[in-house]
């Protein structure tokens, strides 16, 4: 198979079901943890009723809103950090939900997160588990994500700092502003795309009750670190 060549990057004003396939097999790097991408979902905004963006801009989820190449961070179930990478153009919402990964770089730090009951396959598997390795947190919300080379965890932070104030009376302002302060007040995510194709597959979404049909999960067959069901999709058989 033909290589990707290095200076391909992913167009992240692209819809979510068609950026959602690019990520696999890359790297995304936060601090000192650093995950190869084994498994996402693609949400498609105010088109997908599964989506948080369905009913348009709301304080939770204007980041989903634009600008692309930021990090859209919810609390799932109250309890767990997930991580979306938003894209489609600037005001039309779209994300991809990181749903399970390999940790490749900063074992440690991702083993003392997730702590000593974890199976190593099992750090990154699922989107709270991954959140939780890498760091994520809700004040990470509109942190950007760049593309390129991945520079040294030792120049990177772990933690964020406060993020900016908000006006929930215009949600999708205050995404713009929390956007615009991203570089000053959070730290950045980077993503360096695989160099070689990666075989995937796509089936429907799980964890959600709407819109489940959709062939919009992605994931690397076979691969330890993917939610189950890891292998090919089984053919669909209606009920007689």
């Given at each position: 198979m033909a290589s990707v060549p290095d200076q391909v990057l992913v167009d992240f004003d692209q819809p979510?079901?068609?950026?959602?396939?690019?990520?696999?097999?890359?790297?995304?790097?936060?601090?000192?943890?650093?995950?190869?991408?084994?498994?996402?979902?693609?949400?498609?905004?105010?088109?997908?009723?599964?989506?948080?963006?369905?009913?348009g801009p709301t304080p939770r989820c204007a980041t989903m809103f634009g600008p692309s190449s930021h990090l859209y961070v919810?609390?799932?179930?109250?309890?767990?950090?997930?991580?979306?990478?938003?894209c489609s153009p600037d005001g039309h919402a779209g994300g991809v939900l990181l749903r399970g990964g390999e940790v490749v770089a900063g074992?440690?730090?991702?083993?003392?997160?997730?702590?000593?009951k974890a199976l190593d396959a099992a750090l990154a598997r699922?989107?709270?588990?991954?959140?939780q390795?890498?760091?994520?947190?809700?004040?990470?919300?509109?942190?950007?994500?760049?593309?390129?080379?991945?520079?040294?965890?030792?120049?990177?932070?772990?933690?964020?700092?406060?993020p900016a104030p908000s006006d929930s009376s215009n949600p999708v302002g205050s995404a713009e502003r929390a956007v615009s302060s991203a570089a000053v007040s959070l730290p950045v995510l980077y993503f360096r795309r695989a160099t070689e194709p990666v075989?995937?597959?796509?089936?429907?979404?799980?964890?959600?009750?709407?819109?489940?049909?959709?062939?919009?999960?992605?994931?690397?067959?076979g691969d330890p670190t993917v939610s189950t069901p890891r292998g090919r999709p089984r053919p669909f058989k209606p009920q007689v």
């Open positions: 979510a079901d068609v950026v959602a396939p690019q990520l696999l097999g890359g790297i995304l790097r936060l601090g000192h943890v650093a995950v190869r991408i084994t498994e996402v979902e693609a949400y498609l905004g105010e088109s997908d009723p599964a989506s948080h963006a369905f009913k919810y609390a799932s179930y109250g309890i767990h950090r997930a991580g979306n990478l938003v074992y440690n730090v991702a083993r003392r997160r997730r702590g000593p699922g989107p709270g588990n991954l959140g390795a890498m760091g994520f947190d809700l004040e990470l919300n509109g942190a950007e994500v760049r593309q390129g080379e991945i520079p040294d965890s030792s120049a990177q932070s772990d933690s964020a700092t406060a075989e995937f597959v796509a089936g429907k979404r799980i964890g959600i009750s709407k819109n489940v049909e959709a062939p919009l999960r992605f994931w690397i067959p």
